[in-house]
Structure formats: C-alpha cells, structure tokens
T-cell receptor, first 117, second 107 residues
Framework: GAGVSQSPSNKVTEKGKDVELRCDPI?????LYWYRQRLGQGLEFLIY????????KSGLPSDRFSAERTGESVSTLTIQRTQQEDSAVYLC???????????????FGPGTRLTVL | AQRVTQPEKLLSVFKGAPVELKCNYS??????LFWYVQYSRQRLQLLLR??SRESIKGFTADLNKGETSFHLKKPFAQEEDSAMYYC?????????FGQGTRLTINP
C-alpha cells in the first residue's frame, strides 16, 4: 500500500559523471511522469510514460537526459555527463488510467535531490 | 496546445485576509482542472479538482470557461496555507502544470 517511492533520496556527484535515478510507481498505475524542480522554482516537465505508448520526451532538456520504463513498473532517469545546472530535485509521479473523468490524481514521490559539484 | 498560466510567481497576504491565486488555461477541448499544493518539506499533493466542486481547507475554485480561468480562492487566509500552489490541466493526454505561485501568509 506504499505510495510512489524514489531512490536515492540524495545524490551528490561530480561534474561529468553519470547518474541514475529510480522511481517505483504505485502498483497498477499506467502513467508515470518525471519532473525537475530547481531551488525555489516551479515544476519542469521532463518525460511522460503511458502504458505501452511511445513516451512523450518533449520536456527533456538535452540528449544527456534519458529515461526508461519497464512495462508498467519501475522507471529510471539517467543523466549523462552531469553539469552543475542539473542540480535540482527530480520528482516522479504516477497516476491510473482514466476510468472516471476527472479522477486522474497524480501521486508524487518524495523526490531525489541531485547536487552536482 | 495545452497551456496553464499562473501569472503570479509570488503572493504575500496577511493572516485573515482573502486570498486569490490566479490560473488561466488554454485548451480547445473540455478541460479537467486541478490545484496541487506543496507544503514545506512535504510531497506535492492534490488539493482539489474542479469536477468535484469541493471545498478543501477552506479553498474553492470555480471553472470559468468564458474567461478560461480556474482561480483558487479562500476568504480568510491562515498561516498554515503558506505553500507552493500549482494549477494543472488534464487534456487529451498528459497533465500539464503551471509554473506555480508561492503563497506566503504573514502573521
């Protein structure tokens, strides 16, 4: 009965290294989103997975960013050759299919705080 | 295209004063609109949805299709209302968020 979980909760890395962030959505949720939240800023959409459809990657800021999702479960967000401007909290959210109009609540994870030195 | 605009990045009011957080949207179909809230050190969470026509923690929001707005209102602000508020629109595909308004309630 747990909610969305993310790991690690904190990640400190050196500029130029690759990092991998993990998201475990709520079981049965077909939709999964990744967002970035810079300090004091709003949500920045990164990528959206919905079932078996091709992911919507329109929010990825550069080709250093990529994400995968295994079926309707775990997702990983990978950032290659990290830069200092990648420092942010990375949020994952999941939601169910749309059986009832208006019932598409997104459930958010606690986020991964990434610091690039 | 789906778009949500929250014109105020920051909003500061005194305790007991009325609060209105503005949200305007752009969408050609019939929208489903939501307000999400993020309190300090807590997860982002749903506050209310327009289809439920509910009042949560004293907040209400009315969908005005003519003005394409979904402003969030509360008649008397409380200090615990201080948080980041996001308006969101569910269109044909993904949920789209506005940039958020940071609300600060001064004692």
């Amino acid at each position: 009965g747990a909610g969305v979980s993310q790991s690690p909760s904190n990640k400190v890395t050196e500029k130029g290294k690759d990092v991998e962030l993990r998201c475990d959505p709520i079981s049965g949720h077909t939709a999964l989103y990744w967002y970035r939240q810079r300090l004091g800023q709003g949500l920045e959409f990164l990528i959206y997975f919905q079932g078996n459809s091709a992911p919507d990657k329109s929010g990825l800021p550069s080709d250093r960013f990529s994400a995968e999702r295994t079926g309707e479960s775990v997702s990983t967000l990978t950032i290659q050759r990290t830069q200092q401007e990648d420092s942010a909290v990375y949020l994952c959210a999941s939601s169910s299919d749309r059986p009832i109009a208006g019932d598409n609540e997104q459930f958010f994870g606690p986020g991964t705080r990434l610091t690039v030195l | 295209a789906q778009r949500v605009t929250q014109p105020e990045k920051l909003l500061s009011v005194f305790k007991g004063a009325p609060v209105e957080l503005k949200c305007n949207y752009s969408y050609s179909g019939s929208p489903e609109l939501f307000w999400y809230v993020q309190y300090s050190r807590q997860r982002l969470q749903l506050l209310l949805r327009h289809i439920s026509r509910e009042s949560i923690k004293g907040f209400t929001a009315d969908l005005n299709k003519g003005e394409t707005s979904f402003h969030l209102k509360k008649p008397f602000a409380q200090e615990e209302d201080s948080a980041m508020y996001y308006c969101a629109l569910q269109g044909a595909q993904k949920l789209v968020f506005g940039q958020g308004t940071r609300l600060t309630i001064n004692p």
